[in-house]
C-alpha cells in the first residue's frame, strides 16, 4: 500500500465535476483506490472510484486529503491521482 497527502486547490472543492473527473481517473487502475480526510470530529473513508463517495466526504478547496492505493498498480494509481489533484481537477 502507498499513500500521500494532497490539499485541494481547485476552488470549488469536489463538487459533482471534479468529482467524476477524480472518479473516472480511479477506474482506469485495478488497484483498490480510497481517500481519507479528518474533519474536527472524524476521519472520512471513501472509494475514489464511487462519486457517491467521493460528493458524500464533502471535500473543500483547501482540504487535505490522503490518497491510498492498494494492490497491483499501487505506485502508478498513486502518481496519476496526486497529479490530477495538483493539476487542479479540471479547473
Known amino acids: 500500500m502507498v499513500r500521500e497527502q494532497v490539499v485541494i486547490k481547485n476552488p470549488t472543492g469536489l463538487h459533482l465535476r471534479p468529482a467524476g473527473i477524480f472518479c473516472k481517473t480511479a477506474m482506469q487502475f485495478e488497484c483498490k483506490i480510497t481517500i481519507e480526510r479528518k474533519n474536527q470530529s472524524q476521519e472520512i473513508h471513501a472509494n475514489a ?10 471535500i ?12 497491483e ?8 491521482m496526486v497529479q490530477i489533484v495538483e493539476d487542479g481537477l479540471g479547473e
Not at 473543500?60 to 494492490?71: E, L, M, P, R
Open 73 to 80: 498498480d499501487e505506485e502508478e494509481a498513486l502518481r496519476t
Open 60 to 71: 473543500k478547496s483547501g482540504d487535505k486529503i490522503t490518497i491510498a492505493c492498494d494492490g
Open 49 to 58: 472510484k464511487s462519486v457517491l463517495g467521493v460528493l458524500g466526504s464533502c
